[in-house]
C-alpha cells in the first residue's frame, strides 16, 4: 500500500483570494508567491533582499520582500508576516513561526488540522486537490550517458520530502534524446530523488542541468498499490533469477547501491543471500545525515605541564571564507563541533581537492610538537598477509570519515579548539590531523571489532577486511562484523566497500586462494624504464643500479656492456643487443631479492629516498634490516603542466607529500627518516617556509612520525633520481600491459585477424641495412616481422582483405549487391565481384583503370582514423584525407562521410587555425539621449615609466559628445579610479547612468561600486577579452598614443607632459563621426583657442536671448549628432557583416570556447566542451564547462559548434 503523503495542505483565503497553503515543518518562515502578492491591494510591503538555502544544502530561494497579512482559515483569521519569493513550488507556505505560533496539531490519521488560538482550537480538514497538481523533477547537474548504458541520475524536487510519489517521464524529452525512463514510484527527501535514464543508442546522450525529466502527483490517501506475484503454475519451463529488490523495504537508491556491491557474482542465489544481508543493516550504509559512534577514544592529548598554546587566525578570501561558513554550520548542526571558551586555539586552512572543492584542516603542528607519542604497534604486516593466506572469500569495509565519528574524551576537548573569523570552536569527535588519531583509531577499532575475532577479521589502519574458506562461513562471519558495527551507531562508506571477492590487493600485495605474491606495481617504476638513447640515459641507470653492487652477483661483469657510455664525453654509437640484455637483466635484478624485500620486517627503520626532475618525482621505500639494506617498494609519478610550473623547493616538498601518502600502508604509524638532495627540504618540519602551498603540505603530513630529513648528495641519490627523470604512471599501460608510449606503432583495428604492418625503418633495421653490402633502393621498406628473408611492400587493403571480405558478408545491402552481380553481372558494368569481394571499378583521369574494394559501412569509421586521426596521417583536412582514402578504397557518399569524420575531431577542433571571419554580425547600441549619460572607461599602459613617476592613463569617454577626460597615473588601482571618477566627472558634471568598462579588478572592486551605487550610477562590464564590447574608448586609446609618439619620440620619459594639450587638441577639434566638436556637444558653446586672438569688439546678449540660442542649439546639435553616430554604424555594420556568419546556438548545444589568454604554439586554440545555458543577447551567451562545472559568459567571437562523433 502507498503510504499516506508526508505534505499537509489547508485551505485559506486572503483578500478574498482562496489559496491552498502547505504546512512546512521544516520551513523556519513562511513565504508567498509574488503572483500572489500582485493581486493584492492595500497591503504593508517591507523591500529586502534575502536568500534562503532548503535543506539539500545547494537549492536557494531568492527573497524580495516581507508582506503583512490577515490569513482566514475557517472562521478565524490569524495575522501572518511571509517573505515574498518568486521561485516557490507553492503559492503559500506556512511554516515553523506559524504553526509554533498557534501550536497547530497536524494528524494525518484523521485528514485534519487542529489550531489553537487564545479563544478556541479550530479542526480544518486537510485540502486534497494538491493530488491532481503536477510537478516538475529537474536534472541536478549536466548529465552524459555513454552508448548503451544506463545512469541512475540524480533530481531535484520542489517540495522538501514524501515517502512515496508517482512518477511520469517526459515524453519529449524521451522522443527527443531517444532515451527510456520508467514510470516509478519515487521517495523524496531533501529536495532529492533519484531515476534511471537508459540510453539505448549507439551515440553519447547529453542532458542538459536543469532539464525537466519528467513530473509527479501526490498518491491520494485511499490509492493503494499491490505487488503482483507471478503464480507457479503459469510457466513452469521458463528458469528464472531470484528476485532481489521486488519484496525489500528499502529506498531505490540503497537497492541500486547494494545491487552495485554485488554485481560481480554470478550466482544469483549468492547474490540474494547477500543482498538481503546487506537490507538488514541498510542503516550502515545510510550517510545521509552523520552520525557519531557510542565510542569514545581514551585521552590521546599528553601535553604533560606544558602551557597552552595559541595561534591567530589565517587570512581567507571570500570564496574560501563562504565554505568555512558552510562548514563550521554543518558541523555545529550535527553536533561535531560546540562553541570554545578554551585558552587553546589552533588556526584552520583550507586544502582545495581535486573536484576544486575544500578541506577543511586545522594546523594542529604547534599542538603536535608537545603532545607525547602513543606508541600502539601496527600489526606486522607479515602476519597480517599470512592470516589471509589460503581464504577464499574476502569482504573489505572502510568507515565514513571514520575520526568524525568517534567521541573524543571530554578532557581533550579544549585542546581541540579551532579558531576562525566566527570565533573559538572545539571537536565534540576525533579531529583529524593530531598526532595520536591514527593509534587510537587503531586501537578502538582492533578492541570492537578483532578480539575475539582474530580468526577470520583484521584492521589495519583504516581498512576492515573479512575474510573466510567457505561461502557459508562468509556470511556468518560478515553478519557478525555488521550487526558489531550497526550496534556502534557506526556508518561505512558504500563507495570504498567491496564485498564477497575472491581476489584482493591488499599492503601491497594481492591474495587470492592460490596464494599471495606482490603487486606488479611495487615493481612497475623500475621495470616499465624505457630503453635508454642517451650517453646521460645509460650513465644515470648505471649509477642507480651500483648502488645495489654489493647484492648483484658479478655485477661488472654483468654492466660490461654499459659501461662505455658512463665515460665523460661519451658519443652515441647506437644500442646493440648485449647492451639491451644487460639492461633488461639489470632490472630483473634490481627488483628480486635479495635486493628487494617482499614483506617488510616488524622492526627495522623505514628509510625513504626522494627526488624531483624536471618531469616528475620518484621514490624508493627502504628497510634496514640484519641483512642490510633492502628495498620494499619503487614509486614515481609524472608531473602534470601545473606541477611542471612549480619552483625546485615546491617540486621536492610535492615528491615528499606524494611518496609518503603513496606508500602510507608501510609508513603510517612508524618512524621514518627521509634522504633528500634538495638540502632546503631538511627543514620542512621544523620551520615555516612562507609559501602557502608548502604549509599547506607540512600541516598534511603532522600525522605522520618523520623523525629526521638528511641531505645526500644527488649522484648518491642515483635510484630516487632515476625514477624521477623516467616517472612512470599507471595511466601509461594500457589494458593488455603496454605502455602508451609505444601502443600508437600497431593497428587501431584490434578486432582485424591480422594487423596492419606500416612501412617504417626502426633504429636496428635501419643499422642492419647499412651493415649490409647489398644496395637498398630509396624506395624500399623494410617490415615489422622479425623475418627478413623478403622485403616487399603489402598495402593496407592487402593485409585488411579478409576482413573486408568477412564485414561485406554482413552488410545486408552489400551482400545483397553481390548477389544480383553473381545473377545478372551485364547489369553491373562498374562493379565486380572477385574471389567473394565487392570491388568498384573506377576510370581514373589519366585513363587508367582500378578496382577498388567496396568498404562496408562497418570499417568507415577504423578506416578514416587511419588515414586521419593516425600519428602518420598527420591530422589533415578533408581534402587531403579524401585524396588518400580515394585511392584504396571506395564507399558512397566519401567525400561526406570524411567532412562529417573531421568535423567531429576533437583535436582538429581544439588545434586548427580558423581562417574564416570571427563568427557574430556587429550589434550597434543606439547613442544615448544626452551628453554624461553614458560613459567609457579604460587604462592605457605606457611602455615605459614617465621622469613623473606615471605609467598608466585612466581615459573616460563620453559615448554621445566623444569628449574625454585624462589623468596619467603611477598605478593602475581601484583608489585612483574612484579618485578621478569623483573628482573629475560626479562633482563638476553631475552623476551619469551608466558607466562601461571592462572586468579588470581596478574597476570591478567593492570600491567603485559603492561609490557607483551611492550616486544612482550603474556599472556595466564587457564581455572579458573582448575589448569590442568597449570600443571607444579603445580606439581613442589607439588614436592618442599615436599622437603622444610625434610630440617624445625623442625622449619617452616625458609622455606625461604632452598628455593634457593632446587631449585638448582632440576634445576641441570636429569628430569624424558626429561632424561637430566634443567641446562643444558637452557645454554648448565654441571652444576658445588660444592661438586665436580675442576680438576689441564684445556683443553681449540678453540672458533670455542666449538661453533660447543655447537651447535651439543644444536641440539640433544632439539630434544631428543622434543622426550622424547612428549612420556611421549602419555603415560600419555593413562593412563588417559582410561574408560573415552568425549561428545562432540554443540552450543544450555543446561548443568548443577560444583560449583567450596564456596560450603558446603547442597549446590548443579552444578547449572545452561547454553547453549553452542561455542565450543573453544575440551574441552574447552563458555557458557551462561540461566537466567542470563552472559557468561563465562568452561572445559569439569566441565559440565554435561542437560536433559529437557518433
Known sequence: MIKPSSLSFISAHVHDIQLPCLLDTGATHSFIHTSIVRRLRNVSITNIKQRFTLADGNTNVNIIGI?????????????????????????????????????????????????????????????????????????????????????????QSPISSSPQVIFRPNRVLQSHNLVAIPNALLSIDKYRTYTTVVNPTNRICRIPINTTIGTFTIPPPNLECHSITLSPTIDQSTPSSPSISSDLNIPTSMDNIFNGLLAHLSDPDQKLIFHQLLTQYQCLFDTS??????????PMINTGSHPPVHSCVYRTDPIKQKHLTDTINEMLKYGQIEKSYASWSSPVILVK????????????????????????????????????????????????????????HPDDKDKTTFVTSHGAFRFNVMPQGLKNSPSNFQRLMYDLLVNSRWDYTLVYLDDVVIFSRTFDQHVHHLNEILSVLASARLQLNPQKCSFVKSEIDYLGHTINGQGIRPLQSNIDAILQLPTPSTPKQVHSFVQAANYYRDHIENFSKLAAPLFPYTKKNAVWMGWTDAMNNAFIELKQRLTKPPIFLNFPEDDGQFILSIDASGEGMGGVLRQMTSNGLKVIKYVSKKFNLAQKKYSTTERECLALVWCIQKLKEYVWGRSIEIETDHCPLCSFNKKKFHNSRIDR????????????????????????????????????????GHPHRVRWFTSTLTSSTQPIQLNVITRSKSKAIQQSSSPISPSATVPLSSDSSTIHRRSIVDLYIDRIRIEQMNDVNISNRIKSILAQPDQYPHEVVDDGILYKVINRTDSSIVQLPWLPASLIPDVLFLYHDHPMSGHFGVTRTFHKVREQFFFPRMYDHIKRYIRSCSACAQFNVQRQKKPGFLQCELPPDGVFEIMQMDFWKAPVRSSNGNQYVLIITDRLSKFVFARALPSATAAATAEMLLEDIILKHGSIRYLQSDQGSHFRNELLSAITALTGCQQVFSIPYHPMSNGQVERFNSTFCDQLN?????????????????????????????????????????????????????????????????????????????????????????????????????????????????????????????????????????????????????????????????
Open 67 to 155: 508582506v503583512h497579512l490577515n490569513l482566514r482559515i475557517g472562521q478565524i483569521t490569524t495575522p501572518i508576516s511571509a517573505f515574498i519569493s518568486k521561485s516557490l513550488s507553492h503559492l503559500c507556505i506556512l511554516g515553523q513561526d506559524w504553526l509554533n505560533k498557534y501550536s497547530v496539531d497536524i494528524c494525518q490519521s484523521t485528514q485534519q488540522v487542529i489550531i489553537h488560538t487564545a479563544e478556541s482550537s479550530v479542526k480544518i480538514p486537510m485540502d486534497h486537490r494538491i493530488n491532481q497538481h503536477h510537478f516538475p523533477l529537474k536534472s541536478t547537474i549536466a548529465i552524459i550517458i555513454p552508448p548503451q548504458h544506463e545512469r541512475i541520475i540524480e533530481l
Open 289 to 298: 545525515v552523520p552520525s557519531i559512534a557510542n565510542l569514545t577514544a581514551p
Open 353 to 408: 581537492k581535486k573536484d576544486n572543492s575544500y578541506r577543511f584542516v586545522v594546523d594542529y603542528r604547534s599542538l603536535n610538537n608537545i603532545t607525547e607519542r602513543d606508541c600502539y604497534p601496527l600489526p606486522r604486516i607479515d602476519d597480517t598477509l599470512n592470516r589471509l593466506n589460503g581464504n577464499n572469500y574476502f569482504t573489505k569495509l572502510d568507515l565514513k570519515s571514520g575520526y568524525h565519528q568517534i567521541r573524543i
Open 697 to 736: 603540505w607540512q600541516v598534511e603530513l603532522s600525522e605522520y612520525h618523520i623523525t629526521k630529513i638528511t641531505y645526500k648528495r644527488g649522484r648518491c641519490n642515483c635510484d630516487a633520481d632515476l625514477l624521477s627523470r623516467f616517472p612512470y604512471d599507471e595511466s601509461d599501460i594500457d589494458d593488455n
Open 1046 to 1206: 610625434k610630440y617624445c619620440h625623442h625622449n619617452l620619459t616625458e609622455w606625461d607632459n604632452y598628455l593634457s594639450a593632446v587631449v585638448w587638441a582632440y576634445n576641441s577639434t570636429v569628430h569624424s563621426t558626429t561632424q561637430f566638436i566634443p567641446y562643444e556637444l558637452a557645454f554648448n558653446r565654441r571652444p576658445l583657442s588660444p592661438f586665436i586672438s580675442t576680438p576689441t569688439n564684445i556683443k553681449l546678449m540678453k540672458p533670455h536671448d542666449y538661453w533660447e540660442k543655447a537651447n535651439r542649439f543644444k536641440s539640433f546639435a544632439l539630434r544631428s549628432t543622434r543622426m550622424n553616430i547612428q549612420q556611421q554604424q549602419i555603415a560600419s555594420k555593413n562593412r563588417y557583416d559582410q561574408n560573415r556568419r552568425h549561428p545562432v546556438y540554443k540552450p543544450g548545444d555543446f561548443v568548443w570556447v577560444k583560449h583567450s589568454v596564456n596560450r603558446t604554439k603547442f597549446y590548443a586554440r579552444f578547449h572545452g566542451p561547454f553547453v549553452i545555458i542561455n542565450r543573453i543577447n544575440q551574441v552574447k551567451y552563458l555557458i557551462e564547462h561540461t566537466e567542470l562545472g563552472y559557468r561563465q559568459y562568452e561572445h559569439l567571437n569566441n565559440l565554435i559548434p561542437f560536433y559529437d562523433r557518433d
